[in-house]
């Protein structure tokens, strides 16, 4: 306010009215939204449930949960292609390329994992996996773990940065 001016009542009730509601409009619930916050998921579980569709086979499918407005997430092709040959290399070295491979036949005939298709329909993503040998264990002492922590480069996303987590299975 300058001096000699009389101050206006009207505009300053006039600011203080319409930040208030904007304040109340922006308000989610007002909206009609549920204002969540990241480790509440029911959403997410909502969005699963409402997905899921149960097949002639007796399994369940699902999308994967994706996080809204996620990054571009590449491919990891050739990132997985090279991991893929390394392992071929160590699985020879240490001569367990049959039993790997008799693991990854187990999975694709119990339907734990499919072949790709030759041309992609949608979005694709190459997951690397490694083997995980436990010499103490009593029955399993080879595994197979798929990494989809996996990246081209720190800068770039992972497939696990692009979807929820879930609750933890392990408690």
Known sequence: MSPGKE??????MFTQTTHFDYEEL????????KDCSDED??????????QLTGSLEGWYETSLPWKPNHPFLPNYRQGSLKRLASLHRKLQKDELSEQYDSIIQAQLTSGITEEAPAVSREK?????????IRKSAE???????????????PDLPSLNECLYTGASLTK
Do not use: G, W
Request: contains cysteine; negative net charge.
């Open 26 to 33: 922006c308000r989610l619930d007002v909206l009609r939204l």
């Open 7 to 12: 101050f206006d009542h009207n505009v300053m």
């Open 124 to 132: 694709e993503f190459y997951i690397p996996h490694k083997r995980v």
């Open 139 to 153: 029955s399993t002492k080879m595994k197979i773990v798929y990494d989809a922590s996996a990246c081209d480069s």
């Open 41 to 50: 998921q029911s959403f997410v579980f909502e969005e699963f449930k409402e």
